[in-house]
């Protein structure tokens, strides 16, 4: 069958007044297949379009989109319709999901209200110098009114949860006040999970939104349009300022971003809205926007931390106990001028008061399994016990020992302890008294005397012959 271009060829060719000989030659087809389209031309037939076929998936678009929203692959989606029953072999999902995610270039234009909505992103400008002569990765933050589309800018050197915060309190302050949204790319920094139903938020971010008093809108997957208007301005901005520029440092960048984000960002005529925005914000969006709150977010730094074995997390130099389950795993943290919160799963799992230094520890006992939460004194006095339970000679033998070997009786003691798996306690204790007898202490002894017997022999060898004997 002739593909729509070639059956547009003939017609023009024909039109032109060539003969159907003429035409043949000319596109190289068969005279015959020439006749037949100039035959359906003459009776007014134009070019037979294909008419679209349903497909079993369709009636179920709608769940798809969805499936697609919270950032399931082709084969998740083919197993959440299985599940429901929806048919649909795994290469028609595949296609089906693979032609909506082409249909990016339809969308209906999101007009809002002045003050209503503030769209933020980061943008990578490259490496710069900082204040040190140093060569950084450096990022710019862009916050736009989405009405009068007036920009803030700020050069950052990362994009952490922290400074994400931090550039949101000076683009407040620099526009007097608060829109009633703000809406956000699906940053690691600001969002954690890209569901624009069930979003998870970071909980210092949430917690900074709540302070504020503005709503958080996250950006919808396959939706460019949500945040085009920040995308055009990170775009305006690596184009129209970083380009072509250079900066002695740092301190030298942000003189210049702010003096480009006055003079000349703010004061232009707006490629879309025909409008000056610094006009616009002044005369009908300032007015509108919520008053910053009298106190400033007591700003608390977050991360995650691993448990090591020894029920401790490592920040800013210092330790801090987790209780003993949580080893090996990964918490996260809540880190104020003045305490410390560590969550595991959104539940809060320890609480201490915030180290001042460097070295020191904040170790909470409970945290510990209960055979590790006594005190060396408590320790003993329970191994005390347990040889004196034994028999009289056992419990001299302990406090021999432990004479002896004040930091390391521990091995030696279990060892002797481990003997009533084999022996009654009689034997284990007449084996004790003829080690004191011969003022030898060493588990390995003790041992050998239950092994070989000797514990009922006289007690009239020297002390060589006993450690040559039992060794």
Same mark, same amino acid.
């Given at each position: 069958?002739?593909?729509?271009?070639?059956?547009?060829?003939?017609?023009?060719?024909?039109?032109?007044?060539?003969?159907?000989s003429e035409i043949s030659r000319a596109t190289k087809h068969d005279w015959k297949t020439i006749s037949k389209v100039i035959n359906k031309l003459e009776t007014g037939q134009s070019w037979p379009e294909k008419k679209p076929h349903p497909c079993l998936l369709d009636p179920h678009k709608e769940k798809i989109l969805e499936l697609i929203e919270k950032g399931l692959s082709a084969v998740r989606i083919h197993e959440e319709l299985a599940a429901l029953g929806i #048919?649909?072999?795994? #290469?028609?999902?595949k296609r089906y999901v693979g032609n909506i995610k082409k249909r990016k270039n339809i969308f209906t234009r999101i007009h809002t209200k002045p003050g209503e909505e503030a769209q933020v992103d980061f943008g990578y400008a490259g490496y710069t110098l900082d204040d040190t002569g140093k060569r950084r990765k450096t990022w710019v933050f862009n916050m736009k009114m989405s009405y009068s589309r007036l920009d803030f800018y700020k050069k950052v050197y990362n994009q952490r949860v922290e400074t994400f915060i931090e550039c949101h309190l000076d683009a407040f302050k620099y526009f007097g006040?608060? #829109?009633?949204?703000v809406r956000i790319d699906n940053l690691k920094a600001a969002i954690l999970n890209a569901n624009f139903y069930e979003p998870v938020y970071q909980r210092l971010y949430k917690n900074f939104a709540d302070h504020y008093g503005f709503q958080i809108v996250p950006c919808r997957t396959y939706h460019p349009n949500d945040k085009g208007k920040v995308e055009s301005g990170i775009k305006y901005v690596k184009g129209n300022f970083f380009a072509g520029r250079t900066f002695?440092?740092?301190?030298?960048?942000?003189r210049q971003l702010y003096n480009w984000q006055e003079t000349t960002c703010n004061v232009r005529i707006h490629g879309t809205t025909r409008k000056i925005p610094r006009e616009v914000f002044e005369s009908e969006e300032k007015s509108r926007l919520r008053r910053l709150p009298m106190e400033d977010f007591k700003m608390i730094e977050g991360g995650s931390r691993k448990v090591y074995h020894d029920c401790h997390i490592f920040i800013k130099r210092n330790y801090y106990s987790v209780p003993f389950e949580y080893i090996g795993k990964k918490v996260e943290i809540e880190l104020s001028k003045t305490l410390l919160r560590v969550y595991h799963n959104n539940k809060e799992i320890a609480l201490h008061p915030r180290l001042l230094g460097e070295g020191l520890f904040s170790t909470i006992k409970s945290h510990y399994p209960k055979y590790k939460m006594h005190s060396d004194t408590e320790h003993q006095e329970i191994y005390?016990?347990?040889?004196?339970?034994?028999?009289n000679y056992a419990e001299q033998l302990f406090l021999a020992i432990v004479e002896r070997q004040p930091k390391d009786w521990g091995r030696s003691i279990r060892g002797i302890l481990s003997l009533l798996k084999q022996y009654p306690k009689d034997i284990v204790n007449l084996a004790c008294k003829r080690a004191l007898a011969f003022k030898v202490y060493k588990y390995q002894i003790v041992k050998n005397i239950c092994a070989n017997g000797s514990y009922v022999l006289p007690l009239e060898f020297t002390v060589e012959e006993v450690e040559h004997e039992y060794a």
């Open positions: 069958m002739l593909g729509k271009s070639m059956y547009t060829t003939i017609q023009t060719l024909w039109k032109k007044g060539l003969n159907k #048919p649909g072999a795994y #290469p028609t999902v006040g608060v #829109p009633e949204y002695a440092n740092g301190t030298d960048l942000d005390q016990v347990k040889m004196s339970d034994i028999g």
